[in-house]
C-alpha cells in the first residue's frame, strides 16, 4: 500500500467499554473510586516510609519506590478511561496514543525490573541475615533503582524507536480502552510482522522470563528456609505471600497480553483493567492490611500530626 496517497490518521477512536449508559455511570463511579483509593493509598506508603524511621530499612525503600511506580502507571491510563465512559468521542490524539505507549512501557519495564530486585532482596533478608545490611547497603539500594529506571526506559525506547515513525492512514480504531503496541501497531499501512514479532520477544518473553525466574527464587528461598529450619517455613510463607501475590497479578495479565499479542487475548479489556487499574491498588492494601510494622507506623504519624 502506498500511504503517500492517503489520508494520515491523527487521532485513534478507543472502544473502550460500550454498553448501556446506567452501565457506563457504574464503570466511571467504580473506577474513579479506585484510581483516588490507588493514588491516596501509594502516596500514603510513599509518605510513611519517608517520614517514619521504623520504616527505613532496604524493604521499605523498594516498596516506596514500588509505590510511586504503581500511581505512575495508573495515572497513564485509568483517568483517560475514566474520562471516556462519559464521552460521545472516545478519541485520542496520534502522539498521545505514542505518549502513553511510551509512558506504559516505562513504567512497566521498570517496576518489572524493581520486583525482581525485592525478590532478592527477600532472598538476602531471609537466607543470609546476619549479612542483610552489609549485603543491601543504601548505595546498592539507589544503585538499583537507578537500573531499574534504566531498564524501563531501554524497554520502551527500543520499541518505541520503531513504531513512532509508522504510518496510518485509514483504520484507527483501537479495541481497548488505552493505546498500547499490540493493537496499536496493527492499523499501521504497512507490513508489521516483523515488528509484531519483536514486541512479543521484547514484552511478552521479557515478561515470562521474568516471571519464572521469580517463582524459581522464592521456590529456591522457601527449600533453604525448610532445610535450616521447618519451623521458619511458616514465617518465610508469610513474608513472601504479599511478593508473591503481586508479583502474579502484576505478570500474568503481561504475559497474556504481550506473549499472545495477537489473538484474542489482546482484545481483552479485563486483562487490560487488571494490568492497569487493579494491580496498583492492591499493592497499599496488601503491604498495609498484612503488615503490622506498616500499620504502627502509620498510626504513629497520624498521633504525631494530632
Excluded at 542483610?132 to 531498564?151: A, D, G, P
Excluded at 520503531?162 to 488505552?178: A, E, G, M, Q, Y
Excluded at 516483523?194 to 522457601?222: M, R
Excluded at 521458619?232 to 501475590?245: N, P, Y
Aim: proline share 3%.
Amino acid at each position: 500500500m502506498d500511504h503517500k496517497n492517503g489520508s494520515l490518521v491523527t487521532e485513534f477512536i478507543l472502544i473502550g467499554f460500550s454498553g448501556q449508559w446506567e452501565l457506563q455511570i457504574f464503570f466511571f463511579v467504580t473506577f474513579s473510586l479506585i484510581y483516588v483509593a490507588t493514588v491516596v493509598g501509594n502516596i500514603l506508603i510513599m509518605v510513611t516510609v519517608t517520614l517514619s524511621s521504623s520504616l527505613h530499612s532496604p524493604m521499605y525503600f523498594l516498596l516506596g519506590n514500588l509505590s510511586f511506580l504503581d500511581m505512575c502507571l495508573s495515572t497513564v491510563t485509568t483517568p483517560k478511561m475514566i474520562t471516556d465512559l462519559l464521552a460521545e468521542h472516545k478519541t485520542i490524539s496520534l502522539w498521545d496514543c505514542m505518549t502513553q505507549m511510551f509512558l506504559m512501557h516505562f513504567f512497566g519495564g521498570a517496576e518489572m525490573m524493581l520486583l525482581i530486585i525485592m525478590a532478592f532482596d527477600r532472598y538476602v533478608a531471609i537466607c543470609k541475615p546476619l549479612h542483610y545490611r552489609t549485603i543491601m547497603s543504601h548505595k546498592l539500594l539507589n544503585q538499583f533503582v537507578m537500573l531499574s529506571w534504566l531498564i524501563g526506559f531501554i524497554h520502551t525506547m527500543s520499541q518505541m524507536v520503531l513504531t513512532v515513525n509508522l504510518p496510518f492512514c485509514s483504520h484507527n480504531v483501537v479495541d481497548n480502552i488505552f493505546c498500547d503496541l499490540p493493537l496499536v501497531i496493527k492499523l499501521a499501512c504497512v507490513e508489521t510482522y516483523t515488528l509484531e514479532l519483536f514486541v512479543i520477544a521484547d514484552s511478552g518473553l521479557l515478561s515470562l522470563i521474568c516471571f519464572i525466574l521469580l517463582l524459581a527464587s522464592y521456590t529456591v528461598i522457601l527449600v533453604t528456609v525448610q532445610q535450616r529450619s521447618s519451623g521458619g517455613l511458616f514465617k518465610a510463607l508469610s513474608t513472601l505471600s504479599a511478593h508473591i501475590i503481586v508479583v502474579t497479578l502484576f505478570f500474568g495479565p503481561c504475559i497474556f497480553i504481550y506473549a499472545w499479542p495477537f489473538s484474542g487475548f489482546a482484545r481483552s479489556k479485563t486483562l487490560a483493567v487488571v494490568y492497569t487499574v487493579i494491580t496498583p491498588l492492591l499493592n497499599p492494601i496488601i503491604y498495609t492490611l498484612r503488615n503490622q510494622k506498616m500499620q504502627g507506623a502509620m498510626r504513629k504519624l497520624q498521633f504525631q500530626s494530632c
